[in-house]
């Protein structure tokens, strides 16, 4: 007689019919061979609870229950030598007897051999425990229940809801047990994180405790690592399993407490990103980013209430009673998930997803109050402005009308504001440089934060008088009030003043050119220069020139700075020059009267042609032999209503949209 073996995985049976048999315990052959033409086979539905086999049918066999604590061995035996008719069955060796039982098949016999040796085994623990107070004894007999788990063939949390139970009921009456027999307990239960897939609530609680307060927190980071690297890289929802996400939080915490390595932190974040460019495993960030808006949740709401936020719905999921009945210390929590999310900041790939996942703040009212968790979101926030995608740094403003952003958040005006305005006036100078559309962002900026900048200039804040002047000559400033105050709020200040003054005298230049008349077409020569156009521009009267045609120059980006005081210029040719992107954004600013303009064979490139956007007037465009792309010209035919003809031939968006419009 010998176990079948198999790879199969089996749920934990708890019932089911059996036909079941008692056999003598003969030992010769003959013996076995009579004994089997007197069996009887009955017919049961049994059941298996954690101490005893019974049959709802209560006759014969089981008359009365079978106790499993009276089981000498069990195993899977072949009868097939003296009942033909059955290849094998479930042995339960008693000291009077056996007991078989037959099921419908291989795979039903090999399920309820599995949970009978789990219970038996199970129940053998048990006793073994409740005989012994000696530590080390205890730890051993735990420890061996641990590595039958993990050996079973049963594929069920039962199983580590039974195992975990038997541990938890043993520490708890246990306070003698030393540090290095808990060490290796939790050893022995880490390969159950990685085995588990999800794992069980008692699995992740019994873990959670043990990272929170338990003697072992240093142990249990090292042993459960590769447990939480498997889940945070996995497709793990955690608005189903929010324990799971419970675990992941109490264990990232204990990792940032451990004073002996304060490069625990840094070391697991950049591991789940790996050494490369960017992250293979997609979902890691945004479970890091689900456990982290869960336990600033957990440490500052207290109202029990979310706000209405697409991001934490999205990553928390609908169900938020652990969040907020699970209070953690607000600087501990603040201080683990600032670095965590720091570091997170520093791989320019996660940046981009970072971003719009905190897009609106998607932070309880509570934690913008305290300053330490603002002042952590800081270089975060400057890592967003100075990114050279758009995308990332328009995360700074506001989503909609009425909607909270960081840029105000940060603001001088802002109760929330944590250091006077020094990191708004840094993330305001970082984002001007990077602007590729400069009189867009300041429109951004006069929309989002004027009151602040109006504060700045009255503090005297030199940078901020230049910006409100600036605000003023470009006239991004719409209320007619609000205008009147930001010109009151600079006048007010000395600098601001003189600007002011300056400006005036600008616009009455401009004024009186568009008066003195001149030509309204002009064609320079080829090959003609920078230096050539300067020359011609400032010897007489352009205020009337509306077309102007520089096909075939020498001309590049810095003609631009020329091309933007002629105040009627309406079509501009450009065709075959060296003109780049930087001279297009700045005609995009300041030339708002275009209908025309032809970049034919320019060197202009997306990022250039993305200012575009501001010319809502431009009715006819040429981009043929340029860099253009598929998208950006979909943005561009998006954003210019007014565009009726266009030329893309030679460009990589003929590839998707028609080259030409006749």
Known sequence: MSTLESNSKFSLVSSGELQVSHVSPHKRVIGKVFGSINRRWEKHTVVLTDTQLYSQEKYGIFSMPIFLDLIQHIDVVTVSTWEPAINSAVQLRFTDGIVLLQANGPYERDQWFHSLLWKFSVLNHKKSLKMTSCPEIIAKELKSLVKIALKSQLHDPQVWTDCLVLISNQLNHTNSLPPNALEEIIEALGPALIQLN????????????????????????????????????????????????????????????????????????????????????????????AVFLAAIWSAFDTKCSYRRNSSVNLLLGSNRTEITNNKLPKEKVTNCFMKMIELCATHEDWVKEMAPLLHPIPFPEEALKFPPFVMGMVNVLKRFAGDQRPEVRECLFPMREGKESWIQLIAPDHNCCPDDGKTFCDIVRTLLERASVR???????????????????????????????????????????????????????????????????????????????????????????DTDVEKVLSSGPFGNLEKLSLAFTCVTSDCARHLVKLPNLQHLNLWCTQFGDTGLCLLAEHCHRLKSLNLCETLVTDEGLLA???????????????????????????????????????????????????
């Open 612 to 662: 575009l956007t501001e010319l809502k007037t431009l009715t006819c465009l040429n981009l043929n032999s340029t860099k253009l792309s598929a998208q950006v010209f979909e943005e561009l035919v998006n954003k210019l209503p007014a565009l009726a003809s266009y030329d893309i031939r030679y460009t990589e968006a003929c590839a998707v949209h028609a080259p030409f419009t006749k």
């Open 198 to 289: 999800p794992p069980t609530p008692e699995l992740c609680d019994f873990f959670s405790r043990y990272c929170r307060d338990g003697p072992c927190a240093a142990t249990a980071v090292v042993v459960f690592a590769p447990g939480v690297h498997s889940i945070l890289k996995h497709n793990v929802d955690f608005g189903k399993y929010t324990y799971i996400r419970t675990f992941a939080r109490d264990f990232i915490i204990a990792l940032a407490s451990q004073d002996a390595c304060p490069e625990s932190l840094p070391c697991f974040v950049h591991t789940m990103h790996s050494p490369g460019a960017r992250c293979p495993h997609p979902r890691v960030l945004p479970n890091l980013m």
């Open 439 to 529: 009189r867009k962002l300041v429109r951004q900026l006069a929309h989002s934060c004027l009151d602040a900048f109006r504060l700045m200039v009255i503090r005297g804040d030199d940078f901020f008088v230049r910006m409100l002047s600036e605000m003023l000559e470009s006239d991004v400033i719409e209320d007619k009030d609000q205008k009147e105050q930001a010109l009151s709020t600079l006048c007010s200040n000395t600098d601001g003043a003189r600007l002011y003054r300056a400006m005036c005298d600008r616009q009455a230049a401009l004024c009186n050119l568009a008066q003195l008349g001149g030509p309204t077409k002009l064609t320079m020569p080829a090959h003609s220069t």
